[in-house]
């Protein structure tokens, strides 16, 4: 019965992966492998705490992204404010890079296509998913977990309109990166032997 799992498995993967890559038996380009069960697409946790300390997941988040594609470190905690954030609970990452410079444009879209790839099963979003990225906000732009990781307009609640908007606001000089709780923890299957 084992054998016929085993073959069962085979051919589901390789079906995967034909539908992803339209070549049979080969691997989605950039994808990574994983013996874990993959995450499902995270609900939005909203901020309810004061608690602004770096999280052990939010700080491998971080490493991982400017090891791998440069800029600089904008930070992770923040104090608390009139209203708690992501941030003010230590599960949110900026990643300054200035969308006037065009490799930093470069560096954003390397990110974005490395998040959101299949993987070799054909996961959509699986690297997003395995970190338990809840969105990323970008140049006028969010990518959310609750919409399968599409991207649409952003403007921040501070803004009554993009021209009064200042370009931190607007995610024009950064990289905003915010986690679910279990994340920034580390407790999900991308942070194994990172945290």
Do not use: K, Q
Not at 30 to 40: F, N, S, W
Not at 122 to 127: I, R, S, V, Y
Not at 172 to 182: E, F, K, N, P, Q
Request: hydrophobic share 40%; with cysteine; net charge positive.
């Amino acid at each position: 019965m084992s054998v016929v799992r085993t073959l069962l498995a085979a051919v589901l993967l390789a079906t995967a992966v034909t539908a992803v890559t339209g070549l049979p038996g080969l691997p989605v380009p950039g994808a990574v492998a994983d013996a874990a069960p993959i995450e499902d697409y995270a609900a939005y946790e909203p901020p309810v705490r004061c608690s602004p300390r770096d999280r052990p997941g939010t700080e491998a988040l971080a490493r991982w992204t400017l090891r791998r594609f440069g800029g600089t470190f904008g930070g992770i905690s923040r104090a608390c404010g009139s209203s708690p954030s992501e941030h003010s609970e230590g599960r949110a990452f900026d990643w300054t890079v200035d969308v006037r410079r065009p490799a930093d444009r470069r560096r954003v879209r390397r990110l974005l296509a490395t998040l959101f790839a299949p993987d070799a099963a054909g996961n959509p979003a699986a690297l997003a998913r395995r970190m338990g990225v809840m969105y990323v906000i970008w140049d006028d732009t969010t990518w959310s977990s609750w919409r399968r990781f599409a991207p649409a307009p952003y403007l921040s609640a501070a803004c009554p309109t993009r021209r009064e908007c200042s370009r931190t606001l607007r995610h024009r000089d950064h990289v905003h990166i915010s986690l679910t709780r279990a994340a920034a923890r580390g407790r999900l299957s991308w942070y194994a032997g990172r945290v």
